[in-house]
């Protein structure tokens, strides 16, 4: 089931890649736009991007767990790059197009950060752990015990085929349960993101404007958006 998931994440994560990078090689997403159109073309899809890149690296740490770091490292870089786009692209300034030209270089960087972590991905989907697989197989098996207790088999096998029918039954209830608490987890994971967004957006529309911010809003640089992530 896992797999499944994962798998229909990674179709819908490139077709949306696919979807921004023609955008950009047609000139229907570039840099000359102002800031509120060029978020507009491409806020659904960066909305979207964010959700699957939280939920796919869940779904990546259950099946290799070995590769946290690496996960969880390329799921930053993906979503901060992502949202510091959004930031710039909502952020009043008297130079717009110097904006768009800042989040447009981001955009083309969430690209390539965004490629990366569909190889990322695929990988785990293809090779996941070891013992993750024999679970995962292990629990496919159970799903299907009906057909074991029809084995043509000795009567002194018979007991050895009882006790293993029991133990795959007890075995698919536990998984069971794990992938209740999985959920419960990606579904806490989604609403503390959207909780961070929303103050995030908060945070940003509540922030007084002295002489001194609407200086440093003219001088845009990707650094004042670096610090503010971090």
Same mark, same amino acid.
């Given at each position: ?51 699957? =890149? %939280? @939920?796919? +690296?869940?779904?990546?740490?259950? /099946? ?9 490292? *390329? ?89 293993? =029918? %029991? @133990?795959? +039954?007890?075995?698919?209830?536990? /998984? ?9 987890? *990606? ?44």
């Amino acid at each position: 089931m896992i797999k499944e998931e994962i798998d229909k994440d990674i179709g819908e994560f490139e077709e949306i890649l696919q979807k921004i990078a023609g955008a950009v090689a047609s000139g229907f997403i570039s840099e000359k736009l102002s800031p509120s159109h060029l978020l507009e073309r491409t806020d659904n899809c960066v909305d979207r991007l964010i959700d699957l =890149t %939280t @939920r796919s +690296e869940q779904l990546m740490l259950i /099946l290799k767990p070995e590769k946290a770091h690496t996960v969880k490292t *390329k799921g930053k870089n993906l979503t901060q790059t992502l949202t510091t786009y959004k930031n710039i692209l909502v952020q009043n300034t008297s130079e717009p197009l110097a904006n768009s030209r800042l989040a447009f270089e981001q955009l083309k960087k969430a690209l390539t950060d965004g490629s990366d972590f569909l190889f990322l991905m695929r990988e785990v989907r293809d090779n996941p752990s070891p013992l993750i697989s024999a679970i995962l197989a292990f629990k496919k098996t159970s799903d299907t015990r009906g057909s074991a207790v029809n084995i043509h088999a000795s009567e002194g096998e018979q007991p050895l085929i009882k006790y293993v =029918t %029991t @133990r795959m +039954e007890e075995f698919r209830d536990a /998984l069971v349960d794990l992938e209740k608490k999985v959920g419960e987890m *990606k579904e806490s994971m989604r609403e503390l993101h959207e909780e961070n967004m929303k103050a995030r957006s908060s945070k940003t529309s509540e922030q007084p404007e002295t002489s001194e911010s609407k200086t440093e809003k003219r001088q845009v640089s990707l650094s004042n958006f670096k610090a503010e992530q971090n």
